[in-house]
C-alpha cells in the first residue's frame, strides 16, 4: 500500500507551523563600551576637538557662558558582518560628529553633560557608553547640552 501526501496537506502543515510556532526573537546585546577607545578608533579624525569638546556624564568643564540647550543624537549603523564592538565604535563616532555638527549650527564650542540614552535608559558615565547590537544594526542614543564654554 503507498501512501500519497498531496501538496494540499503539505500547504496546510507549512502555514499551521508558521501560525503556532513562536516568534523568533531578534538579537539586541546592549553592551558598555569604552569612550576613550571609541575616541581612538578608525574615523575619529572627523572629530575637531578645536572647534568642538565633548565631555560626558559628570566630567568637570570650563564654566558654560551659554546653553543652547538639550539635544538627543540618535544613530545606527550596519552591523552585518561586523563585531559587535567595532560597529558600536563605528556608530558612536557618527552620534559625536552629529553632536558636533549640531553644536557648530547653534554657535556652540562644548556639548557637555552627555549620556547614554539607549531605549530611554538614562546612564551617565564618565567612561562608558552604551550601545545595542544586533545581527543586522547597532545603535546608540545620546543626550547632552549643547554650550558655550567661558573662555
Not at 1 to 19: D, E, N, P
Request: net charge positive; glycine share 8%; aromatic share 10%.
Amino acid at each position: 500500500m503507498k501512501i500519497f501526501i498531496g501538496t494540499g496537506f503539505i500547504a496546510c502543515l507549512l502555514i499551521s507551523t508558521l501560525l503556532f510556532s513562536p516568534p523568533a526573537k531578534a538579537r539586541d546585546a546592549k553592551s558598555m563600551y569604552s569612550i576613550a577607545e571609541a575616541l581612538q578608533s578608525r574615523g575619529s579624525e572627523q572629530l575637531d576637538s578645536s572647534k568642538v569638546q565633548f565631555f560626558f556624564g559628570d566630567q568637570s568643564h570650563p564654566p558654560i557662558a551659554e546653553n543652547y540647550g538639550k539635544f538627543t543624537s540618535n544613530k545606527k549603523t550596519n552591523a552585518v558582518g561586523k563585531k559587535d564592538k567595532t560597529a558600536c565604535q563605528w556608530v558612536f563616532l557618527s552620534a559625536m560628529i552629529s553632536f558636533q555638527k549640531r553644536a557648530l549650527h547653534e554657535g556652540g564650542d562644548a556639548v557637555v553633560n552627555i549620556h547614554s540614552y539607549y531605549k530611554k535608559n538614562d546612564i551617565s558615565s564618565e567612561t562608558k557608553f552604551m550601545c545595542g547590537a544586533g545581527a543586522i544594526i547597532a545603535g546608540v542614543t545620546f543626550r547632552g547640552d549643547v554650550v558655550k564654554l567661558s573662555k
